[in-house]
């Protein structure tokens, strides 16, 4: 028994120590990766943590599975979207855009989760299911205000554009600071990092009190929460809404980001397999997973590509291995990665880790 | 004569065509420990859920304290001082001991809607959680997951659970079946302790005849759905009807 609660630990201070070294690495971002792609991948990566761990708040602690979290993301995102494009670039339209969100998906959320939080989870997932795929024809139809298929493409805050100076020495020109130019650009890299990792501590401080433990309560034992006097319909509700609130913060982050948003960007199932299967692959219920789930697999989708570009031509000589590794069957590879990762670490990477080795 | 703190008035249930339980009238008073005794299929566990609200009535009411409850939903039973601990081990297997009770204390204080503060801040929540795992000997697999721990631990944790909702009214479904012989005396003792309060109402559902005869105040017998019997433990254990029931005759007879 010793040696497993040894092993646990070493466990859990591994995961915290990776999770640490992401949480540096995309810091200082801007100054270790100098492209524009790779900063890309950086904001993307923030903004899918807090995607994930709010999802993980849903499916990890208080077992709900709902297909509606791209919905939330969507309410984020167009609410900023739809504003910026109407009033023009400012910080108004953001804040209001992003509590238009916040409103419509609370009102989404409340009205889901008391119609049908009672019900079974198959019926609650398909419910959801429901809704999403409801609001997704919705906006690709709406066109006049959603832009439809297309989206809308629209200016942000003066503050990011890249022309913007944060620093300007003698001559007027911008600052370089390790070679990076202080402009706007990094201003919005850091307006992404700083509130994504705002809304990731607040989850953490919202998994680690009371609240959190009658989550996992009910997650683990929903009739016995009960009876020990705990309102399950309510709880559920309300961590239903939380988790909405989170994602639609979300999505109007990443609509500030990339100045587009449109259907495929927030609101497409894709989007929501790609969260489903980051916190599967980080592991449930532990926060921690969603920051690993949502690094690998967003690096896997970027970089897995050139990677195997590289190895393809590596291996040029030898018959056969150049074209399975032809860059191609990238996706191919990634779905071998995906198998294999779910086979060795069943509870996920973090979870598997945390709860003492892979055997268990 | 003190009042009874819970009634049950004509208190029915029907699956389909099954009467499972049939117009029970029972009341039950603070300080003293009723017995539910009764053959397997006699309606004890049904009558509990009746009572504690994990399932509804088809007909008749659940009165505490001269507050309806038939309506209520489990937790809002909790609420008014009911408790209740199962026959079948009913816990949080992947969470903590100490978690598992810490979730009952909690409960109770209404701590359940603080979002924001850490678990660690509530010392007090944290320290009631101790003193229950202390009473109940578990302080040494505190933290434990409790699907990790013994059956008998895990029955032990179960009515830890009780405990620490600290209910006015108890209610244990076989709290030591399956116990073993040197830990069902815990148990017991822990039973006995609440009775000693003459606040506390306690209902016990239980097989085992010395446990009946070193606890019981009164005894009521269920059978077939219905309040068969209803009194002084002696009285009851003694009558012919009771004899009846054990030895199958009542049973052949409704049948």
């Keep these: 028994m010793t040696t497993q609660i040894a092993t646990q630990n070493t466990g859990t201070y591994l995961i915290k120590g990776i999770v640490l070294i992401i949480a540096a690495l995309l810091l200082f971002a801007p100054f270790l990766f100098q492209d524009v792609r790779s900063l890309e991948v950086a904001a993307r990566i923030c903004i899918f943590i807090v995607l994930v761990a709010s999802f993980d708040l849903l499916i990890g602690y208080t077992g709900i599975v709902s297909f509606a979290h791209t919905m939330f993301f969507g309410f984020g995102a167009y609410g900023a979207a739809i504003l910026l494009k109407e009033m023009g670039p400012g910080w108004t339209p953001v804040i209001l855009g992003g509590l238009a969100g916040v409103a419509v998906s609370l009102v989404f959320a409340v009205a889901i989760g008391l119609l049908s939080l009672r019900v079974k989870a198959i019926f609650f997932a398909m419910i959801t299911l429901a809704a999403a795929s409801v609001v997704l024809v919705l906006a690709s139809q709406l066109s006049q205000i959603t832009g439809g298929e297309d989206g809308i493409t629209y200016r942000g805050p003066d503050l990011f554009k890249t022309a913007t100076k944060l620093v300007t020495d003698d001559d007027g020109k911008v600052v370089r600071l390790w070679g990076v130019r202080l402009n706007g650009k990094l201003a919005a890299y850091y307006f992404v990092f700083f509130t994504s990792l705002i809304l990731f501590l607040a989850m953490l401080r919202f998994v680690g009190s009371p609240f959190g433990t009658v989550l996992k309560a009910i997650r683990e034992n929903e009739a016995r929460a009960e009876a020990i006097g705990y309102r399950v319909v309510a709880y559920r509700t309300a961590v239903f809404c939380l988790s909405a609130v989170v994602a639609s913060l979300a999505g109007t982050v990443y609509a500030v980001w990339l100045k587009y948003t449109g259907p495929a960007t927030t609101l497409s199932f894709a989007i929501m397999i790609d969260i489903l299967l980051m916190v599967v692959i980080g592991g449930m219920g532990t926060m921690w997973g969603a920051v690993i789930g949502a690094v690998l697999m967003i690096l896997a989708q970027y970089y897995l590509r050139d990677l195997m570009g590289v190895a393809s031509e590596a291996v040029a000589a030898v018959p056969i291995l150049p074209e399975l590794l032809a860059p191609d069957r990238w996706l191919f590879w990634l779905g071998i990665i995906f198998i294999l990762l779910v086979y060795f670490f069943p509870k996920g990477i973090a979870g598997t880790a945390m709860s003492g080795g892979a055997k268990q | ?255």
């Excluded at chain 2, 994990?54 to 507050?67: F, R």
């Excluded at chain 2, 209520?72 to 598992?100: C, D, H, K, W, Y």
Aim: charged share 20%; glycine share 8%.
């Design chain 2, 1 to 255: 004569m003190t009042s009874p703190s819970l009634v049950t008035s004509d208190l029915t249930i029907r699956f389909g065509g099954h009467v499972a339980v049939n117009s029970v009238s029972c009341a039950f008073k603070p300080g003293e420990l009723t017995v539910i005794v009764g053959p397997n299929g006699a309606g004890k566990t049904t009558y509990f859920n009746l009572i504690s609200g994990q399932l509804a009535a088809s007909a008749g009411t659940v009165t505490k304290d001269g507050v309806n409850i038939t309506r209520m939903s489990p937790s809002a039973r909790a609420a008014q001082g009911l408790g209740r601990a199962f026959q079948l081990t009913n816990l949080f297997p992947q969470l903590s001991v100490l978690e598992n009770i810490r979730l009952a204390v909690q409960a109770r204080a209404g701590a359940g809607w603080r979002m924001f503060t850490p678990v660690g801040h509530f010392r007090r929540l944290t320290q009631k959680a101790e003193h229950y795992l202390e009473v109940t000997r578990l302080s040494n697999v505190a933290h434990q997951p409790a699907a990790n721990l013994p059956h008998g631990d895990q029955r032990k944790l179960e009515v830890a659970l009780l405990m620490a909702m600290e209910p006015d009214i108890y209610m244990f479904d076989e709290p030591t079946a399956g116990m073993s012989l040197d830990q069902a005396p815990d148990v017991l003792d822990l039973i006995a302790g609440i009775k000693a309060d003459t606040t506390k109402t306690v209902l016990l559902v239980e097989h085992k005849m010395e446990v009946v005869r070193a606890l019981a105040d009164r005894i009521i017998v269920l059978h077939n759905g219905e309040l068969l019997a209803d009194g002084d433990p002696a009285e009851v254990m003694n009558s012919q009807i009771v004899r009846d029931v054990y030895l199958g005759r009542a049973t052949e007879g409704a049948a």
